[in-house]
């Protein structure tokens, strides 16, 4: 399985941005597909999954309320639409793979794409 994420840039507090997570290769139908995203210095967080099979959302704290994560079968891609950013939102985005059980654990996903850098100016 190949991951892609797209979408990253510099965008202004309050803006928005939609990322986007291409899949190829072989992927599974109870797979999930989560957005985690780490800062420097600070430690991975969960953003946001979605179960492929049932369409399920999840969230972390961080993202209730300002992002939205959708899913495209016939691209096969995975989407997070980010609205009302702030500068604190400002990380490397990564978005993984796997037959994960505990969405919010970095450790239940198998496969990782490269990530895309979003920062958000004051």
């Known amino acids: 399985v190949q991951l892609q994420a797209s979408g990253g840039g510099l965008v202004q507090t309050g803006g928005s941005l939609r990322l986007s997570c291409a899949a190829s290769?072989?992927?599974?139908?109870?797979?999930?597909v989560g957005w985690f995203r780490q800062a420097p210095g600070k430690e991975r967080e969960f953003v946001a999954a979605?179960?492929?099979?049932?369409?399920?959302?999840y969230y972390g704290d961080s993202a209730k309320g300002r992002f939205t994560i959708s899913r495209d079968d016939v691209k096969n891609t995975v989407y997070l639409q980010m609205n009302r950013l702030k500068p604190e939102d400002t990380a490397v985005y990564y978005c993984?793979?796997?037959?994960?059980?505990?969405?919010?654990?970095?450790?239940?996903?198998?496969?990782w794409g490269q990530g895309t850098q979003v920062t958000v100016s004051s």
């Open positions: 290769g072989r992927t599974y139908s109870d797979a999930a």
């Open positions: 993984a793979t796997g037959a994960a059980t505990y969405l919010s654990q970095a450790h239940e996903y198998d496969y």
């Open positions: 979605i179960r492929w099979a049932s369409n399920s959302p």
